[in-house]
């Protein structure tokens, strides 16, 4: 584990200003178009969303993550206590892996996705930018007194996304390219001291980059200095997750939603399932048993009009669900879309319909990813 600065900053700021993340001039220097997002100024694109979309899933994109919550958890008892907080299984978790989990309220709903690592000492996780302060609020109330939160927000977060990813990275942190997905190390980086992870919400093969945020600007200058590199916004970047099956928090999960419905049974370990003993475990437990009313899907839609968040899903005249993220697939040059629809309208090759502009749109339920993963194994 490498050392980072440590801070106590646990509160959400009160000015309501967009926040600027360590690399707002870098951004604005290469032509990032800058919107508000989670409460920070990002970029949502530089030459366009459609050209960095593929241009990642073709060559090497670097994103801008720093918006994200890293935290640092430890103490006496520190496993025991994030077992009784989250639905994970640590005991089989390795130092220097990676899982995925879910931060749940006492009802089972889901108040976050995260990444759980497990460094020597501790447990460091990434939370969403967006919830990262209730997140810390929570996990303040769920844990024990003497468990040690740290909330890392001096840290920048980079993430290099692509098949090409690997040979750029390797050439300024070498044996990099050794890390199988969901592994990370302690890795020298232009001289800086990074954590990187094998992992990422592209679908792609890549690696999330932890350092302190006085570097940032730095290190994307090294890594956009390779040819194969180039900056990449928001915009690509939830279009990419799309195309992954990837759920974004706040759209395709909230409290609302417990893991079965959402998808997201991985992200409750077996023994946890059978043992409980987290937030909101009886609810997990009797979906797992009973099953649920609605469940998360893909949907693919025929022509070039995308169905919108918040659209209504049909079968025949009868209402059955509702999108909760859509948009045109670059690469399948045609519109996907996530949707909870009713559980028996749910099965791979079901025919349904959305409702856009008073105009039904057909559409076919699709196994997810909508395009293969190629994650290193």
């Known amino acids: 584990m490498s050392e980072y600065p440590i801070s106590d900053s646990d509160q959400e700021p009160e000015e309501l200003a967009p926040m600027l993340l360590p690399l707002d001039s870098w951004h604005k220097d290469r032509g990032g178009r800058m919107v508000e997002f989670a409460g920070y100024m990002m970029p949502v694109q530089y030459e366009g969303i459609m050209a960095e979309h593929l241009w990642t899933r073709e060559n090497a994109g670097l994103f801008d993550v720093s ?11 520190v496993e025991a206590a994030l077992e009784a907080a989250l639905p994970i299984d640590l005991s089989t978790l390795k130092t220097r892996s990676v899982r995925y989990s879910l931060l749940l309220d006492e009802n089972g709903g889901i108040l976050d ?14 939370v969403n930018g967006a919830t990262k302060w209730d997140d810390i609020g929570t996990l303040r109330e769920y844990l024990p007194d003497d468990i040690t939160l740290n909330h890392l927000d001096e840290n920048a977060l980079l993430a290099l996304q692509g098949p090409k990813a ?10 990099v390219s050794a890390l199988t997905f969901m592994k990370g190390g302690s890795f020298k980086l232009g001289g800086v001291d990074a954590w990187i992870s094998r992992s990422g919400y592209t679908g792609e093969d890549g690696f999330e980059i932890a350092i ?8 994307a200058d ?6 194969d590199v180039k900056p990449i916004g928001l915009g690509a970047r939830d279009s990419l997750r799309l195309e992954a099956g990837l759920p974004l928090y706040g759209h395709d ?25 987290f937030p ?12 649920t009313a609605q469940k998360r899907i893909g949907l693919k839609l025929n022509g070039r009009q995308a169905a919108r968040e918040g659209a209504k899903v049909f079968q025949g005249e009868q209402e059955v669900g509702v999108v909760t993220s859509g948009g045109f697939s670059p690469s399948l040059q045609h519109p996907i879309a996530m949707a909870y629809v009713d559980a028996a309208f749910a099965a791979d090759g079901t025919a349904l319909s959305i409702e856009l502009r008073g105009k039904k749109l057909d559409a076919t339920v699709a196994a997810m990813p909508f395009v293969p993963n190629r994650y290193h194994r």
């Open 253 to 277: 999960m909230d409290p609302a939603r417990g893991p079965v419905e959402a998808g997201l049974a991985f992200g409750v370990n077996k023994r946890r399932r059978l043992e409980g003993g």
């Open 166 to 175: 690997a040979e750029a990275l390797e050439r300024h942190a070498p044996g």
């Open 222 to 227: 090294l890594l956009c200095g390779e040819p």
């Open 113 to 126: 996705d995260l990444m759980v690592t497990r460094w020597e000492s501790g447990f460091y996780l990434v």
């Open 67 to 77: 918006h994200m919550g890293q935290l640092y958890i430890t103490g006496e008892g």
């Open 212 to 219: 302190p945020g006085d570097s940032a600007a730095m290190i």
């Open 280 to 291: 909101g475990s009886e609810r997990v437990q009797r979906d797992f048993a009973e099953g």
